[in-house]
C-alpha cells in the first residue's frame, strides 16, 4: 500500500452515489460516510460486500453519536482496492435500479 493507492482509492470511493464523504487520511484505512442518516446502511453495505464478494468492511457507525453510516474500508493494493470499489459500484448500481421500480 502506497499514499498513491490510498488516494486513488479515495478519489474512486467519492464517485459512487451513496458515498457522502471520504475524509483524507493518512493511515492504512479511509473512513467512508455513506448518504442518509439511517445507520443500517453500512451494516446492509458490509453484509452485501461479504456475502456477495467475499470482502470484509467494519461498519464504525455505532462509534459516533449521530445516526450516519459509515464505514472503515482497508487500503490494500491497487488491484485489491479496484476489486472493492467494482464492487461497490455494482451494489450502487443494483440500489439505482431498486428506487427506479
Given at each position: 500500500m502506497?499514499?498513491?493507492?490510498?488516494?486513488?482509492?479515495?478519489?474512486?470511493?467519492?464517485?459512487?452515489?451513496?458515498?457522502?464523504?471520504?475524509?483524507?487520511?493518512?493511515?492504512?484505512?479511509?473512513?467512508v460516510?455513506?448518504?442518509?442518516t439511517?445507520?443500517?446502511?453500512?451494516?446492509?453495505?458490509?453484509?452485501?460486500?461479504?456475502?456477495?464478494?467475499?470482502?470484509?468492511?467494519?461498519?464504525?457507525?455505532?462509534?459516533?453519536?449521530?445516526?450516519?453510516?459509515?464505514?472503515?474500508?482497508?487500503?490494500?493494493?491497487?488491484?485489491?482496492?479496484?476489486?472493492?470499489?467494482?464492487?461497490?459500484?455494482?451494489?450502487?448500481?443494483?440500489?439505482?435500479?431498486?428506487?427506479?421500480?
Open positions: 502506497t499514499k498513491v493507492d490510498r488516494e486513488s482509492l479515495r478519489t474512486n470511493l467519492q464517485t459512487l452515489s451513496f458515498v457522502a464523504e471520504t475524509p483524507a487520511s493518512g493511515g492504512n484505512f479511509l473512513l460516510q455513506l448518504e442518509g439511517d445507520a443500517r446502511l453500512a451494516s446492509q453495505v458490509r453484509n452485501w460486500l461479504l456475502e456477495q464478494c467475499n470482502i470484509e468492511v467494519k461498519d464504525v457507525s455505532a462509534k459516533f453519536a449521530d445516526d450516519v453510516p459509515r464505514l472503515r474500508l482497508p487500503v490494500r493494493s491497487k488491484a485489491e482496492n479496484e476489486r472493492l470499489v467494482a464492487a461497490l459500484r455494482h451494489l450502487a448500481e443494483e440500489l439505482a435500479q431498486i428506487q427506479r421500480s
